[in-house]
């Protein structure tokens, strides 16, 4: 199958660096011609699980393939992982530090938003072991 | 016809002066230039008048077209519509009455403010965020500059942008009607005339956005008529008899004025294309949100700051602190211009996203193209030293893949082939040392048979 497939390290705490790995796959997006409120999506949902990275997991690994019909988003970290996904999973529920808080991350939105913004969402997370997320869009 | 037109810029290149150094290459904001043959060649598709290379040329091969004051005569009533960016032009001068008066002496009939339809404008935008169900942030469409840019790198944000004219659009429909309602004359004897400090405007009225056709009649640089206006500021003047903008209005020129003027309680400025391109990756990540209105402007300092002024930005920004204590702080809202603005004043054709920078073919077609591009961009040195003439590794890559360069351009690729070359040669001549007389003796029955005399 003919694709293109790119792999992200995204490391932890570290503002600086935080969402390149997130403006690579945009950039890749708009030069493959992907129409525009799919890319828009594609941004705002990996932008999120990037910021989810630096924050709260030690760091992890954003995998980006495009096929023909659509783009597939993996975002693995062998971070603290999720205790309760259901709360998690609810618009405004976070555990970002005042810190993090004060950047204007952790606002509790980046789950629910990558599932609102993502045509398929699947997460997978075990605490102690790490959380696995898949987003899929239709192009 | 439709193609050619689209394709008019003001931006162009002198050749003559151009040597080929990559300072405008690097600088391009949509990576428009490449350097060909010694030169500089603008991709029309890419460029968006930005004006960038014209600051950055140290050779002043950059050039914008704009149009001579004598392209007044071609109408019987002439209009000026000086941008407010054209008060902090000159020393000493605050009171803006005195530049608007020498206006009059260079040949028109009116002085239409532009920054008074930027009130007008001001008034249509805020009655809009306030009205009507908007995706936040709105942006500008002040800036054709920005316009462009978003077409071409940012299309998925065009629908935040406000469907309201520009203030110059603005102010050149506002002045023909009146002058054709107070003077009784036909509006097609009417020419509206830009005073600009701006290199896009000229596109932007050849090739309107959002608009069928543009109510603008020219475009004036503000350098090739300021020692015309200069020499007739030091004259007195006779009180002017017209509607001055107020500070609201003149505002518009500096950074913020606008967002200011639309009065909404959360709004950002950014000025300076690279800064602007960076709030835009932000916006499409959905990390503005919570604002109402974001003012973009290309250029750092906002128009004040336009390539076509003569002043230094920073200085003009200053002297218009001095401007405002002389500008009416009230401002003259008549109705029949104010009234319904929100609907007159609306774009009536929608902006298309340009494919400028994307990749052609079918999907499948694409994503060979781009898988092509990411190897070829590994193989390179990732110096982005712009010699090859693409702007960086990447659009050299990208080049290669269109067909527009082979990896030769590039000099430490060519350097590595060459030494293979030497050292391939060095033990090849080694090892046929012993073997040349006898080749040439082969080669000679060839070598007459190519004569050319026998064809």
Redesign the interface.
């Known amino acids: 199958m003919t694709m293109i497939k790119e792999s992200f390290q995204v490391k932890q705490g570290d503002m600086t660096t935080a969402g390149d790995a997130s403006a690579r796959i945009k950039r890749q997006c708009k030069q493959l011609g992907i129409p525009a409120s799919v890319v828009r999506r594609v941004s705002v949902g990996t932008y999120e699980a990037e910021i989810n990275l630096v924050i709260h997991a030690n760091g992890g690994r954003i995998d980006f393939a495009v096929e023909p019909e659509k783009i597939t988003i993996r975002v693995v970290d062998d971070g603290p992982g999720i205790p309760d996904l259901e709360k998690a999973m609810t618009e405004g529920w976070s555990t970002a530090s005042n810190e993090v808080r004060n950047l204007g991350f952790g606002a509790g939105m980046g789950l629910p938003n990558m599932k609102r913004n993502a045509d398929a969402f699947d997460i997978k997370s075990e605490v102690g072991v790490g959380t696995d997320i898949t987003m899929v869009f239709n192009i | 016809m439709k193609g050619e037109e689209r394709y008019f810029h003001s931006v162009s290149l002198d050749a003559d002066k151009c040597r080929g150094c990559t300072n405008c290459l690097k600088r391009c904001p949509t990576e428009a230039i490449r350097i060909r043959n010694n030169q500089a060649v603008i991709i029309p598709a890419n460029c968006i008048d930005c004006g960038e290379c014209i600051r950055v040329c140290p050779h002043h091969a950059k050039v914008a077209t704009t149009e001579p004051l004598s392209i007044i005569g071609a109408f019987e009533y002439r209009i000026a519509l000086p941008a407010p960016a054209l008060y902090t032009q000159f020393p000493q001068v605050h009171q803006s009455e005195k530049i608007i008066a020498a206006l009059y002496k260079l040949g028109f009939d009116e002085v239409f403010e532009v920054a008074r339809a930027a009130e007008v404008i001001s008034y249509a935008i805020s009655r809009t965020l306030i009205n009507e169900d908007r995706p936040r942030p709105v942006i500008s469409s002040a800036c054709p500059a920005v316009l462009r840019l978003i077409q071409q790198?940012y299309?998925?944000l065009?629908d935040n942008v406000i469907d309201i004219v520009s203030p110059m659009e603005a102010a050149a429909r506002i002045a023909k009607e009146e002058f054709a309602r107070t003077r009784g004359v036909p509006v097609e004897k009417i020419g509206a005339f830009f005073i600009s400090p701006c290199a896009a405007k000229l596109s932007d009225v050849r090739n309107p956005l959002g608009i069928g056709k543009s109510a603008v009649d020219g475009v004036i640089a503000i350098k090739d008529v300021y020692t015309q206006i200069q020499a007739h500021v030091k004259d007195g003047f006779t009180p002017l008899e017209i509607d001055r903008a107020s500070t609201v209005g003149v505002r518009w020129a500096i950074p913020s004025g606008e967002a200011d003027a639309v009065g909404m309680r959360h709004t950002l400025c950014v000025d300076g294309i690279e800064n602007v391109k960076r709030a835009l990756?932000q916006i499409?990540?959905?990390?503005f949100d919570r604002l109402d209105y974001v003012e973009l402007l290309a250029c750092t300092n906002g128009c004040l700051g336009g390539p076509l002024t003569v002043e230094n930005g920073f200085v003009a920004k200053s002297r218009l602190n001095a401007i405002l204590r002389h500008t009416p702080s009230k401002m003259v809202q008549r109705t029949e211009i104010f009234q319904d603005a929100a609907t007159r004043f609306r774009t009536t054709e929608p902006i298309e996203?340009s494919?400028a920078?994307?990749?052609?073919g079918?999907?499948?077609e694409?994503?060979?193209k781009?898988?092509r591009?990411?190897e070829i961009e590994q193989n390179l040195p990732g110096l982005d030293c712009g010699s090859c003439g693409s702007p960086t590794c990447r659009a050299l890559a990208?080049d290669i893949v269109g067909g527009f360069a082979t990896e030769m351009n590039c000099i430490f690729k060519l350097n590595e082939r060459i030494s293979t070359l030497a050292s391939e040669m060095v033990s090849l001549g080694a090892s046929t040392r012993f073997a040349v007389g006898a080749n040439r003796t082969v080669a000679a029955p060839d070598a007459e048979n190519t004569d050319p005399q026998e064809e």
């Open positions: 790198k299309p998925s065009l990756e499409e990540d959905s990390r996203p494919d920078q994307q990749l052609t079918t999907m499948m694409r994503i060979l781009a898988a591009i990411d990208r």
